[in-house]
Every structure is written in C-alpha cells, then in structure tokens.
C-alpha cells in the first residue's frame, strides 16, 4: 500500500515532501472542518429545539390538523405505532388545561439520556404551555425520534417529527473521538510516507548501498550510484597500494637475509648485535606487512562452531606455557529431574556452560582472539577473557588486563595499520603496530564490531561483538 502511494507521488524528493506537507496539513484542515460543522450543526439543533418546542405547543393548543408542516414540525395522520426489531417505544402524557393527551416516543435501539425525557418516572407528564424543555430533551439523544400523539374523542393518531432537530447525529464525545483518530491518522500515515522515503538514504548513511525500490526519490538513486563510483575507485585505489607494498615488502627479504650473512663477519660483538636486532625488527615488520596485506587472499570457508569451545582451547594452550590466562564463560542455570532406582527424586538446578555456537571462520577467528591475548599479557602481564550471550543472537567477548590501559582519545586510532601508542608503558617491546589492525579486520569481515572500553573493576578491556550468523 505504501509502496504505492509512494509510486503516484514525485520523484523528486523536494517535490515529495512538500506534496506530503501540502496533503497533511489540508487533510487535518478537512477533518477540523466537517468535525466543527458536524459539532456546530448539533449545537444548532440545541439551540432551535426551544423554538421548536414553543411551535409544538401552539399546535397541540389548536385543532391538531393533520397534515401540517410549520418551520420545524411536521405532522401527519398515522395509525398505532407497531414496533418492530430493536424498536422501543416510551410513553408520555402531555396535560392541556386538565385534558391528558396520551403520547409514545418511538425510536431504534436505545436512548442515551433518556433520564433527560422521563426525569425518572415511569410516565412523565408535560403541560402543554411549555415544550421547549421536552424539545431539547428529545434533541440531545441524537437519534431518529418519532411522537405518536393519541387525539381525545376518536379523532386519531397523529405522527409528529421534526426532522431538522431529531435525526441521528453523533454525540460530542464521539466526535470529539472520531476527529483525534482521523488527525492521528493523517499525521501517522504522513510520518510513514517520509519514513519510507528516507529509508534509501538511512541505508546509504549506515551501509552505504541501498536496496532501492522503483519509487525511491532521484536523489537517492544518484546518490547511491555516486557512491558506488567512489567505493569502487577506493577499492581499486587501495588494492593497487596493497599489491605495490606487499611487492615491496616481498622484494625487501631478499636483501635483508644478505644482510644479515654479512653482519655475522663484523668483528665488534656489541656492535654486531645491535645490527642483527634492526635487521630482525626489519624482518618482523616485513612479514607483519605482508601477512596483513594478503589477509584477504587466505579467506577460508566460514562453519559452524562453538566459540566457548575455541576460546578456551586457546586460553588453555597459554595456560600449558605458563601465562596466567582466565576463561570465564556464561553459564547458565538447568532445572532437571533427579531419580534414581529407589525412587522419589525431585528438581536439581546444574550450572551449564554456554556452548555459543555460530556461523565463522575458526583459523581467522583464533588469530584474532590471540592477538588481543598476546596484547594483554605483554601489557598487563595476564589476561582474562569472558564471554557472554547477548539478544538479537550477538556474543560479545571481553579480554581485560591489568595493565595502565590506552588513554580514550587513541582508542580508534590504534585499529590503524602501523599505529603504536607512544606511552613509556606500552613501547617496552617492539611492535610493529599490525596486531589490532588484523583483529579489527577479521571481525569486520565477520560482521562485529571491535571496541575499547573498562570493566565494572575499572580494568583496561576489549569487547568483540560477534553475530552468530555471517
């Protein structure tokens, strides 16, 4: 429905929206007005109903010929009201000097005020010299009301309406209730109309690709495809940077083990040593750089696997070396039945261990869990990695450590390639500045999100958001 509402609208998003404004602003204009001409009308009735009460008396005071039509009175003959369905009838008497005209009030389903009419007695009486009370009575049910007046000496029936006055309306609240529903609609089905025309550019904005639809605006089709030009030349941009870094850094190996064949003959000790711990910090950046760059050539097939499972096979086999690694997983309580062979038994609540299972690629997924590891115990000196499961069917993995931690205005910057945080605490040992850069990049390609942030304790601490579908 809205995608065709959508398709008879512009294209052009400036166009649209003012269309939608235009289309709102007077539908709300069109429901106040038939909303206080509805409520202006009853409010009339009300208001001639005095009048029209004082024209029911002069004609009860005068020979009561039928037919007869005054300015809001219209009488026919009639015989014995017969009623039929929900029909209901209440009966009155109207007094003229002593004289007792018998009436009935004849009308469907039932009156909503008729305490109004009857005044609380079974057969309500009115002196003929003064209607207009019993007029407005009749008028604020809002409903098609029908007078049966019985003549005195066999002189019949007479019908009496007054169709101006008594005809079904709806009653003020009810109105009052129908005009709030139909402005809230008008302003929902406004605000959805911009929602689903914003929807293409809040895809652009978080994803930067759309799925656009055939009613989307021009703007965001140009948008899109103008984003897509530029992603495409990034990508191309970036690939060609790739491949002339990792030919360069391949190209690099060569010389560099030459050079270190040749720093074996100089004779100084000190000085030789000094040499060789350059070339091998040069061989470890060389190598880091082309792991990085080839990251994306040694994708693997993504399976099914228990991420509690791979976490504490990790935590342990740095635990067999001797580094004080923690794997806390989430457990969670199991209501079973106990019995045994001599009956009874009774409910027993067991800790489980989560088994997190989810769709990723195990190889990728270890090296990245092992870099932040190896971050913790280099700066902290231990590690201690939790997991827990998240709504919308989310794992999040936290690593702490003890360590000084990284101050908040680096902690996007130390995702970047070759970025290493220049305080005493974290240059003790040479990094080359790669390990974040390559966590970031395997759970990016998993679909998380990788963050820095403390513990409750006030601990240093990575949090890895994962889905558990790719």
Not at 98 to 127: M, W
Not at 336 to 360: K, W
Request: with cysteine; proline share 5%; hydrophobic share 40%.
């Amino acid at each position: 429905m809205s995608g065709l509402i959508l398709s008879l609208l512009p294209r052009s998003l400036e166009r649209r929206m003012v269309v939608v404004l235009i289309t709102a602003v007077l539908s709300v204009f069109v429901v106040l007005g038939l909303t206080l001409n509805a409520y202006n009308t009853r409010e009339l009735a009300l208001a001639n109903s005095f009048e029209a009460g004082a024209e029911l008396s002069q004609y009860l005071r005068g020979t009561a010929p039928a037919p007869f039509a005054g300015k809001y009175l219209q009488v026919v003959e009639a015989g014995i009201p017969v009623l039929s369905g929900d029909a209901s009838s209440l009966p009155l008497t109207f007094d003229n000097d002593g004289l007792k005209l018998t009436a009935e009030l004849v009308f469907t389903g039932a009156l909503p005020r008729a305490d109004l009419i009857t005044h609380d007695q079974p057969n309500p009486s009115y002196q003929i010299d003064n209607l207009s009370t019993f007029a407005q009575a009749v008028t604020r049910q809002d409903k098609a009301v029908q007078l049966y007046l019985t003549l005195p000496n066999q002189q019949g029936n007479r019908l009496i309406t007054f169709p101006k006055l008594w005809q079904d309306r709806m009653t003020e609240p009810v109105l009052f209730i129908i005009a709030a529903l139909c402005i809230t609609l008008v302003f929902v089905l406004a605000r959805s109309l911009i929602h689903y025309t914003a929807a293409p550019f809040r895809s652009l904005a978080k994803y930067e690709r759309a799925e656009l639809k055939p009613w989307d605006t021009e703007e965001a089709v140009a948008l899109q495809d103008t984003l897509v030009r530029e992603q495409e030349a990034r990508a191309q941009l970036l690939e060609e940077q790739k491949r002339m870094l990792a030919s360069i850094s391949h190209d690099l190996r060569t010389p560099a083990t030459r050079l270190r064949l040749r720093l074996e003959q100089i004779e100084s000790t000190t000085l030789r040593n000094r040499m060789l711990h350059d070339v091998e910090e040069m061989t470890r950046l060389i190598a880091a750089s082309l792991d990085f760059l080839r990251f994306n050539a040694l994708l693997e097939e993504p399976q099914h696997l228990s991420l509690a499972a791979l976490l504490q096979s990790l935590c342990d086999d740095y635990m067999d070396t001797g580094n004080d690694v923690v794997f806390v997983p989430q457990r969670h309580k199991l209501t079973d039945q106990s019995r045994n062979i001599f009956g009874g038994g009774g409910e027993v609540e067991l800790e489980v261990e989560g088994r997190a299972v989810m769709n990723g690629q195990p190889t990728a997924l270890r090296r990245a869990f092992s870099n932040l590891i190896d971050n913790a115990l280099k700066y902290g000196g231990a590690a201690i990695v939790e997991m827990q499961n998240l709504e919308n069917d989310q794992l999040l993995v936290s690593i702490s450590d003890p360590g000084p931690g990284i101050p908040d205005h680096l902690h996007e910057k130390v995702f970047e390639p070759f970025f290493r945080n220049d305080s005493v605490e974290r240059t003790r040992s040479s990094s080359v500045g790669l390990g974040l850069s390559i966590v970031k990049q395997i759970i990016n390609a998993h679909g998380g999100e990788v963050s820095l942030g403390e513990t409750p304790e006030g601990k240093f601490c990575i949090f890895v958001k994962l889905p558990r579908e790719l």
